[in-house]
């Protein structure tokens, strides 16, 4: 059977996204009719979410993943039962702007490879959910200019179907974005980072759920990081492995600092903070012992 293409698939991981799920969907359903923007949403949550997608939802095509899937892992699940020539990915944990898809659809009338927005946190968040926040979006915090960027956050992407495919082995286990965009890069491609494209992150995993995704997501990143590199570099990487949060705790108040916003926010999720990243420091020197697979470059 032939399949028809379309201009755009939206992608939504959900993981334990109750609490935003509805808001989530209530912006996207209505923009998604099917034929030119179809809506596809990957859940694995075990929190109710599936039942507000049959009550509130019953058009939405929901696909079902194994509980113990990743977010990356439920974007490849996803993209890979679509068809459109664009694929955009985000997360139920984000609620997009009203007008983000014709945004999306606007920004890559170029020759980029990819587009990417900037995230910004729910103004009632809570201090978990600014601890999260920070580790995971300080780098897309407004105000950022337009411009092309070595990275985008996949919670807030698009990409062309073409270039994906061409580096489907990246991919094909999990969207772990630094990797995806490492091989695009590569390709001689180009990632842009469009202001004006805004999803705001809700209330989203708990403290010991998030722990445990730096963990397994730093794991990935250092595996990553060592599979083609020499055993020296991995050495070294392995020496400089305790100053690592540090170094991101650093990077992630100077951004802040420097944009003179949430600065209050910062020093009372702190804590918090400094827990995230260790657990994500944890994981990544584990992934620099163990190696990457070379046999499934991601």
Not at 51 to 65: C, H, K, S, Y
Not at 104 to 114: M, N, P, S, V, W
Not at 172 to 201: C, M, N, Q
Not at 214 to 227: K, S
Request: hydrophobic share 45%; charged share 25%.
């Amino acid at each position: 059977m032939t399949v028809t293409p379309c201009r755009l698939s939206v992608v939504v991981a959900s993981n334990n996204a109750r609490a935003s799920i509805a808001e989530c969907l209530s912006i996207l359903a209505p923009r998604c009719d099917g034929r030119d923007v179809e809506l596809v949403v990957v859940d694995n949550s075990t929190d109710g979410t599936d039942g507000i997608l049959r009550r509130d939802f019953p058009t939405v095509r929901a696909i079902a993943a194994p509980s113990r899937a990743l977010i990356p892992e439920l974007w490849t699940i996803g993209i890979q039962q679509t068809r459109g020539e664009l694929v955009a990915i985000t997360t139920a944990h984000c609620v997009p702007h009203k007008d983000w898809v014709p945004r999306i659809l606007e920004a890559l009338r170029g020759d980029e490879a990819a587009v990417g927005g900037a995230i910004e946190n729910d103004p009632s968040a809570g201090l978990v959910e600014w601890a999260i926040y920070f580790c995971r979006y300080s780098g897309f915090m407004l105000p950022l200019p337009r411009a092309i960027v070595p990275e985008i956050a996949g919670d807030n992407a698009c990409y062309r179907r073409a270039p994906l495919d061409r580096c489907r082995d990246a991919w094909s286990d999990g969207f772990f974005e630094p990797a995806v965009h490492a091989r695009l890069r590569s390709a001689g491609l180009r990632l842009l980072f469009e202001p004006g494209i805004v999803v705001f992150h809700k209330k989203s995993f708990g403290v010991v759920s998030f722990v445990t995704q730096r963990f397994l997501h730093g794991m990935e990143f250092g595996r990553d990081r060592v599979a083609r590199c020499s055993a020296v570099r991995r050495l070294i990487y392995i020496g400089l492995a305790p100053a690592i949060p540090a170094v991101l705790l650093a990077r992630i108040a100077r951004r802040v600092l420097g944009k003179r916003r949430h600065r209050a926010a910062l020093l009372r999720c702190a804590p918090l903070l400094l827990l995230f990243l260790l657990a994500w420091s944890f994981g990544e020197s584990i992934g620099y012992l163990r190696g990457g697979r070379v046999e499934a470059p991601r």
